[in-house]
């Protein structure tokens, strides 16, 4: 009888032990089971991480382009509002002219290339088209009708302290941009004194003065 209990006895706890593991190994299967998306989950984070850091990154890339593509010109001549303008790339001479106000009645459009893209730094010229008395051809230097085609009454000299860029651009070798740098001047200097103040403007020398003297005044 001793010996039937001992075995008995090893069965029943045979059973427990197997009932115990078989328990166990549930609970490890269900554990490992759910901790593998949070798993994946903490893997998959530094790549999303990684992401918006390299769409961050490429936002000040994006700004320096748009910068970049700005360009700054100087119109100048026949236009109504002649300066500093700041374009975009790609655009062209008629675009400067129009920011400019657009040409003038005595622009000569034809002179010029208006599809002509622009490249930051230039200048653009806008030339004007001067008429003879007789309303056709350019006037003869020296002559009074080269004034007077300007807006000046005919034998009238011109004010270098009042005169417009297109009446000055009307003397006989003065071009727009000379025009405009004797208006520069008297603009940071104040009126002309006299004539041979004239020389003080650039690309203006002594004989040029001379020839301009009987046409205009101070």
Same mark, same amino acid.
């Given at each position: 009888? /001793?010996?039937? $209990? ?30 593998? /998306?949070? !798993?994946?989950?903490? %893997? ?7 992401? $918006? ?9 994006? *700004?320096? $382009?748009?910068? $970049? ?10 236009? =109504? =509002?002649?300066? %500093? ?6 655009? =062209? !001479? ?36 001067? *008429? ?44 727009? !941009? ?23 403007? /650039?690309?203006?020398? /002594? *004989?040029?003065?001379?020839?301009? =003297?009987?046409?205009? *005044?101070?």
């Amino acid at each position: 009888m /001793p010996v039937n $209990a001992s075995r008995s006895t090893l069965l029943v706890v045979g059973c427990v032990l197997l009932a115990v593991l078989a328990l166990a190994g549930n609970r490890l299967a269900k554990t490992g089971t759910a901790s593998a /998306p949070d !798993v994946a989950a903490e %893997l998959g984070a530094p790549n999303d991480a990684a992401g $918006a850091s390299e769409i961050g990154a490429s936002a000040p890339g994006a *700004t320096a $382009a748009t910068t $970049a593509s700005k360009l700054v010109v100087h119109v100048v001549g026949a236009v =109504r =509002r002649p300066g %500093l303008y700041d374009l975009r790339e790609g655009q =062209r !001479v008629a675009d400067a002219v129009t920011r400019a106000g657009g040409a003038t009645r005595k622009a000569d459009l034809a002179a010029i290339n208006l599809a002509a893209p622009l490249v930051d730094g230039t200048q653009v010229l806008v030339p004007s088209r001067l *008429t003879g008395a007789g309303g056709g051809g350019a006037p003869v230097a020296g002559s009074a009708a080269g004034v007077a085609s300007a807006g000046a009454p005919a034998g009238a000299k011109v004010s270098l302290s009042t005169a417009t860029v297109e009446q000055l651009d009307a003397l006989p070798g003065v071009g727009p !941009v000379t025009a405009q740098k004797i208006v520069d001047y008297r603009t940071e200097n104040g009126p002309f004194a006299s004539v041979d103040d004239l020389d003080a403007v /650039p690309g203006i020398g /002594p *004989t040029r003065i001379e020839n301009l =003297r009987d046409l205009v *005044t101070p």
